[in-house]
């Protein structure tokens, strides 16, 4: 089936130490999104590609980066994770923009220690 | 501008009874509505959207949601609720413009269905 594939599902790492997050999609969709999301709450974008575009949200912090390679693969760089940055990190994806849902991935649940 | 709320942090229903997660929405355009479950520790899973036409939208797992243009809502609801439901639900608003094709979410609605 296709869908959208987050590694790890848990991720442990020490203040300041960088951790990347993957994504994966077998669907071919030309947007991909990396969320934050913390206890319970809403979703809160930190940026999004479509192809190659970069879009990067206003209020994102600078220690989040993040990389596309190809169409199907997309990485989250937390650069100095502070205890924060603890969450869950979220990929989805979407087709060309116009009537189109949004697949997530089952999502990365980050710890800093 | 969009943004959408959902009025209520939590949903307490008995399993066989109607269930309503309520949305409303303002937008500065015509709108793109979806929902979206979450079950514990996992991604978002899209249940319906509304785009245009028939204002009843029926989705997955006997969900449906009805767009009402002049009250600005898009409330789901389902006719007879299961243990199973219980989750979080969250509603999405966007403009149907291709430029503007980032949804905004709301803060989400924990739905508990008691048996």
């Known amino acids: 089936d296709a869908m959208v594939i987050q590694n790890p599902r848990y991720q442990v790492t020490q203040f300041g130490k960088p951790v990347t997050l993957s994504c994966s999609q077998t669907?071919?969709?030309?947007?991909m999104y990396w969320y934050q999301q913390k206890s319970s709450q809403a979703p809160k974008l930190l940026f999004h590609?479509?192809?190659?575009?970069?879009?990067n949200e206003a209020d994102t912090p600078d220690n989040f980066q993040s990389r596309r390679p190809n169409t199907s693969f997309c990485f989250l760089d937390i650069r100095s994770p502070g205890l924060g940055d603890a969450a869950m990190y979220l990929c989805?994806?979407?087709?060309?923009?116009?009537?189109?849902?949004?697949?997530f991935g089952p999502g990365t649940r980050l710890t800093v220690t | 501008a969009q943004s959408v709320a959902q009025p209520e942090d939590q949903v307490n229903v008995a399993e066989g009874n109607p269930l309503t997660v309520k949305c409303t929405y303002s937008?500065?355009?015509?709108?793109?509505l979806f929902w979206y479950v979450q079950y514990p520790n996992r991604g978002l899973q899209f249940l319906l959207k509304?785009?245009?036409?028939?204002?009843l939208v029926k989705g997955s797992y006997g969900f449906e949601a009805e767009f009402n243009k002049s009250q600005t809502s898009f409330h789901l609801k389902k006719p007879s609720a299961l243990v199973s439901d219980s989750a979080l639900y969250f509603c999405?608003?966007?403009?149907?413009?291709?430029?503007?094709?980032?949804?905004?979410f709301g803060r989400g609605t924990s739905l508990i269905v008691h048996p």
């Open positions: 989805a994806t979407s087709r060309d923009p116009g009537l189109y849902e949004q697949y």
């Open positions: 669907l071919n969709h030309n947007v």
């Open positions: 590609y479509y192809d190659k575009d970069f879009n």
């Open positions: 937008v500065s355009g015509n709108p793109y």
């Open positions: 509304y785009i245009t036409g028939d204002n």
């Open positions: 999405a608003v966007r403009l149907s413009l291709l430029r503007s094709y980032i949804p905004t």
